[in-house]
């Protein structure tokens, strides 16, 4: 079985400071690890993903994770945030299906 | 890169109606479709997992009799809500799997917002 868990429902940043949003999995095998964004009343956006290859995956909009098999875990961070930022982060975890976390909530404070 | 469709954006329909949602993956095949539901302030929850040309699988506690999914072809799934009652209000989101692509990615359609009156 294969599952995330997200650690902190809501997250607030000042504008520039650094993001983390946290990302635990469970898996078996080795996950392919995925990080989502959703604004408002719209679909997610693949922010960026992970598919064994380099650890340290680079994403759109200045974000980027770290693979770390030995924490289990897949955090998403961003050096400096930006008010756009403001949105619903979900962790995914793929394997014939995709299982998401329960979302972060991130707030940009100015 | 892969767009997957959806429409219509939104909906609003009375009580006991029947509502269908089309989901399009524009520029690739997709054997496999998913649909979801998305409650406000939570997470996204799987419905069913769509199959061209088979029956979809739905998961457990989803009414296969309300929820009606059709795999016609290798671009286009429908979830049609049959007899709609204000609880079935939501957010409804499909996604579509190429699987020539790594790591089973799903490519997420732009959502449905339905509300029953």
């Known amino acids: 079985a294969q599952s995330v868990t997200q650690l902190g429902s809501h997250v607030s940043v000042s504008e520039g400071a650094l993001v983390l949003l946290r990302c635990n999995y469970s898996s078996s095998v080795p996950p392919y690890l995925f990080w989502y964004v959703q604004y408002p009343n719209q679909g997610l956006q693949l922010l960026l993903k992970?598919?064994?290859?380099?650890?340290l995956v680079k994403g759109i909009n200045g974000f980027e994770a770290e693979f770390k098999k030995s924490e289990t875990s897949f955090h998403l961070t961003k050096p400096s945030a930006h008010m756009s930022d403001a949105a619903e982060y979900f962790c995914?975890?793929?394997?014939?299906?995709?299982?998401f976390g329960t979302g972060t909530s991130l707030t940009v404070i100015p | 890169g892969a767009v997957v469709s959806q429409h219509p954006s939104w909906v609003i329909c009375k009580s006991g109606t029947s509502v269908k949602i089309e989901c399009r993956s524009l520029d690739f095949q997709a054997t496999t479709m998913f649909w979801y539901r998305q409650f406000p302030k939570q997470s996204l929850m799987l419905m069913a997992t769509s199959n061209e040309g088979s029956k979809a699988t739905y998961e457990q506690g989803v009414e296969k009799d309300k929820f009606l999914i059709n795999h016609a072809s290798l671009t286009l799934s429908t979830l049609t809500v049959t007899s709609a009652h204000p609880e079935d209000s939501s957010f409804y989101i499909c996604s579509a799997r190429d699987s020539r692509t790594v790591g089973y990615e799903q490519y997420f359609g732009p959502g449905t917002r339905l509300t029953v009156t």
């Open positions: 995914a975890i793929t394997g014939n299906q995709f299982y």
């Open positions: 992970y598919t064994s290859a380099a650890t």
